[in-house]
């Protein structure tokens, strides 16, 4: 509970998503932070008696606690990056320097595309991350530098979220053929000359007012565009526009928030934090000869089986025996429904295989720039024998594989079960005559 001398804007935390600022006597401001929970997450700092002693510290010089409240989790995100690099707090940048934030940048192209870059890659092209406004040098390669982020997970995440609203590229120009984000609705269609630089830019200048905290400024813009559409008879246009509306003013962010973000602040965090009761998936392939090929995914959930999360997959593209290919394609049928209904985010995905299957799918979600921690297992003589197979550089992956290695194989055990089965039903009915 958080008692007197404190003083709380309105008397009250709200139990709703927004950022919150800690200040000392001398009215400085300590710290910023986003929450999904207001209420709960500051009252977490005066509940917790194990403290760190640089989060202790920074408890007892606070006064005075404010709070902007947001819409969603995702325009906290948002609001926390946009203050902590105005305002500069003290806690925030002692928490690790600038150069290791990392920061959302729209690069100045034909066809301007959001990367991600920490600190000490920006200074390389003269940006200094904590400045308000870019140097003429910075100009040439940049339309605007966003950040610093807290957690570089949550970005990444913030960007898939809203790309269905607000759809840029990340491929080539008039390439040969389509790109797979194309396919998938993603993309405007750079690669295929479907929009024009015109066009394009405006799309661009949306994204960078949302980063802004502009979402009210898209949401009238497009509703005017919607309008004139509809006027026009362009009716498909206007049912599109009117969906991202729809989609801008109802975001659905629950998870976007990691462990990463729960932890209390100052300590320095990296890599992967899994959390074995969540959603842990599993992926295998099964053919005979390379007949039949199909694969499937298991799903257990407070370290249980979730059977009504399972899926099958019957192989579409591959020819053959190719396990490799097989597995990219799952992957990536997989990962186009992520954070539909029944296709939320994993905690971790588990492979049966070894390090070329891992590597495929490893390239996979680089190209599509997600961050889901995964672990192959290669097949020993007993289960005793199984071998991990993960970034071994990662040192928080690595702990987790041991800590986890025996629910990891649980899941691989019952997807190898369900993927046998699958393939047998389906050869059967291929040789029924």
Request: with cysteine.
């Amino acid at each position: 509970m958080i008692t007197d001398p404190i003083k709380i804007k309105n008397g009250a935390l709200p139990d709703g998503p927004g950022v919150y600022f800690y200040f000392d006597k001398a009215n400085q401001l300590l710290y910023v932070g986003k929450a999904t929970s207001l209420k709960s997450r500051v009252g977490s700092y005066f509940s917790n008696k194990r403290l760190d002693p640089r989060i202790s510290e920074m408890v007892s010089h606070i006064i005075r606690i404010d709070y902007i409240e947001t819409p969603s989790v995702l325009e906290a995100l948002v609001l926390e990056a946009n203050q902590i690099k105005a305002k500069k707090p003290k806690y925030n940048i002692l928490q690790r320097d600038d150069k290791s934030y990392l920061y959302l940048c729209i690069t100045n192209e034909d066809f301007p595309r959001p990367v991600f870059l920490r600190g000490h890659e920006l200074e390389k092209f003269g940006v200094k991350p904590f400045d308000k406004e870019l140097s003429r040098e910075a100009k040439k390669k940049f339309l605007r530098v966003f950040g610093p982020y807290t957690s570089g997970v949550s970005l990444k995440r913030a960007l898939e979220l809203i790309r269905p609203m607000i759809t840029w590229s990340m491929c080539e120009p008039n390439a040969k053929r389509a790109c797979f984000d194309y396919q998938l609705k993603k993309c405007p269609g750079v690669c295929v000359g479907a929009i024009s630089k015109k066009e394009y830019r405006h799309t661009i200048k949306q994204l960078i007012q949302f980063f802004e905290g502009k979402k009210t400024a898209i949401v009238r813009d497009m509703t005017k565009e919607m309008n004139a559409a509809s006027r026009a008879l362009r009716f498909e246009a206007a049912a599109l526009l009117r969906k991202k509306i729809f989609a801008l003013e109802h975001i659905r962010d629950v998870a976007l928030l990691t462990k990463e973000d729960y932890a209390l602040p100052i300590e320095k965090l990296s890599g992967d934090t899994i959390d074995f009761d969540g959603r842990i998936e599993a992926y295998d392939n099964s053919n005979i000869s390379g007949t039949s090929p199909v694969a499937s995914m298991t799903v257990f959930l407070d370290g249980k089986p979730a059977k009504h999360l399972y899926r099958k997959f019957k192989i579409k593209t591959v020819v053959g025996a190719n396990d490799v290919a097989t597995m990219e394609e799952v992957l990536r049928r997989r990962l186009a429904r992520l954070g539909t209904k029944g296709w939320e985010r994993p905690e971790v995905m588990i492979i049966d295989g070894g390090e070329p299957q891992v590597n495929r799918v490893q390239e996979v979600l680089d190209e599509l720039h997600l961050e889901i921690p995964i672990i192959g297992i290669a097949k020993g003589f007993d289960r005793k024998q199984d071998r991990l197979v993960f970034d071994r550089t990662n040192k928080d992956l690595a702990r987790a594989a041991v800590r986890g290695k025996e629910i990891f194989q649980r899941v691989r055990d019952e997807v190898h079960r369900f993927a046998i089965t699958f393939h047998r039903a389906r050869r059967s009915k291929n040789f029924l005559p």
